[in-house]
């Protein structure tokens, strides 16, 4: 018995309390008091289709914690569409948005005892806000993805949003007109569910599934289809289960789960932003992870799948071909898995996975075999050098020029960049600075896929460089690197860079080199002053004021005494 329950059972049995009054009215019955309380954190809106699916899967849940003999109780949290806000001033409470649905799972959790908590989300910040929580609270719990959107269909070729960014950039470089920009507008998207690709929202579930805290299989299934149904309901009995065996997440996400999870990223081909919610999440739990283990990990795994961004496939095909559990076995027979890492269904990696074939079925190309990966070794790279004391992130696959040197051009917003690009202001072997856009700076950290998306469109995605202090979209790819820490709004040398400094990104030597001697950038640091906080009050003032940096996580409770 949980120390939530037991603390009910005898304070609740002795008295008639008005606690005990409010549950039955709220369906509680006398029988119903020794069973586990049960939280369904409930991220359903229609504010993005990423989530509008979600209520069906809260009342599958909801059964499945009844027929378990436990007590559901549902509760909300919020979400941001990443896709609607991008290129916006409302970019900025994307990444807020995930300190925020921590701390409303953590504050409801906690404030009404819960016994254990089954979180169901389906954008991208409800995944890591949902495991900090799960991670910071350490009561009983399972994450269950709303489910990726199907992918659209136009000309032959499959859609997702992302088609639509890049639409936007092919329609400014003349290469199609307003009909054919409008005709993928109107298809990219056509239902329920996350984004298609290996972004964001499909890498954290699986990276989710992989560290043992989601069912297998589950996070690669369509909103939309039957199964991610009945999947939510076996996830209910699992947790209900686990909360009588009393099998807690920090059991579960430990240094090897981490670890086998950053493996995974690497082998889909998934998205930078994984790096700053892992860096996060592994704090929460009391686990130690810096950028370098990323790199650590990257050296030797291969890239099994094709898929989107710079791909071919979206997550529909993955579940098809096998999903993770097929990804994760290949892993796990070539000594780049922890088998013996436990699961929220009790059962070791290696045991849930025994029944895996050690190969990918010959009839798909999707995950490709061991010995003819897409890339050798992993694609999430940690650049330094003297424009990235404590790390950035860069994508280094599917990139044709990996070193490319030239004139900085400077940029104090994404909006500038993206009307300089628009105006076709930018040359081949340009390197763009986006800077003040990183956590204080921002605030708020945003993803630039509209100026990185225009450059593919015109035609520019090989010869152009970009590097920010702010975020990428998962959808994001080309020569482009983000996460730049430090940032510009605490005086990190990206601020330092004036228009026509020569700039080195060198992607194989994993090296972000500025061309300005220690002497000139001393000189111009004495000069550089902080700009004053862009917001004074609510939510992102208060962000900026509390959050860490990147390369930390970008977290909002590092050292707050």
Known sequence: ????????VVTQGVQRSPNRAMLRAVGFQDQDFTKPIVGIANAYSTITPCNMGINKLVQRAEIGINNANAMPQIFGTITISDGISMGTE????????????????????????????????????????????????????????????????????????????????????????????????????????SCGGMYTANTMSSAFEA???????????????????????????????????????????????????????????????????????????????????????????????????????????????????????????????????????????????????NEPSPNQDVIRPWLNPMYSQGHLAILKGNLAAEGAVAKITGIKVPKITGPARVFESEESCLEAILAKKINRGDVIVIRYEGPKGGPGMREMLAPTSAIIGAGLGDSVGLITDGRFSGGTYGMVVGHVAPEAAVGGAIALVEEGDTITIDAHARLLHLHVSDEQLARRRALWRPRPPRYTTGVLAKYAKLVSSSSLGAVTDLDLF
């Open 1 to 8: 018995m949980s120390e939530n329950l037991r603390s009910r």
């Open 211 to 357: 560290m043992g805290m989601s069912l297998p299989y589950s996070s690669t299934m369509a909103a939309e289809d039957s199964e991610k149904a009945d999947s939510t309901e076996k996830s209910a009995f699992v947790l209900v289960e686990a909360i009588r065996k009393q099998i807690l997440p920090r059991q579960i996400i430990t240094r090897k789960s981490i670890e086998n999870a950053i493996s995974v990223i690497m082998a889909v081909g998934g998205s930078t932003n994984a790096v700053l919610h892992f860096l996060a999440i592994a704090r929460a739990a009391g686990v130690e992870l810096s950028l370098d283990d990323f790199e650590s990990i990257r050296s030797r795994v291969p890239v099994l799948c094709d898929l989107k961004p710079s791909g071919k496939y979206v997550a529909t095909d993955l579940h098809k071909a096998g999903g993770i559990p097929q990804v994760m076995k290949m892993l796990l027979v070539h000594d780049l898995l922890h088998g013996d890492c436990l699961t929220i269904s009790s059962e070791t990696i290696a045991q849930v996975l025994a029944d895996v074939p």
């Open 90 to 193: 409302g970019m900025k409470y994307s990444l807020v948005s995930r300190e925020v649905i921590a701390d409303s799972i953590e504050t409801a959790c906690n404030g009404q005892s819960m016994d254990g908590v089954l979180a169901i989300g389906g954008c991208d910040k409800n995944m890591p806000g949902a495991m900090i929580a799960i991670a910071r609270m350490n009561i009983p719990a399972i994450f269950v993805y709303g489910g990726t959107i199907k992918p659209g269909h136009y000309n032959g070729r499959d859609l997702t949003v992302v088609s639509c960014f890049e639409a936007v950039g092919e329609y400014s470089a003349g290469k199609i007109d307003e009909d054919e920009l409008l005709e993928v507008e109107r298809r990219a998207c056509p239902g329920a569910g």
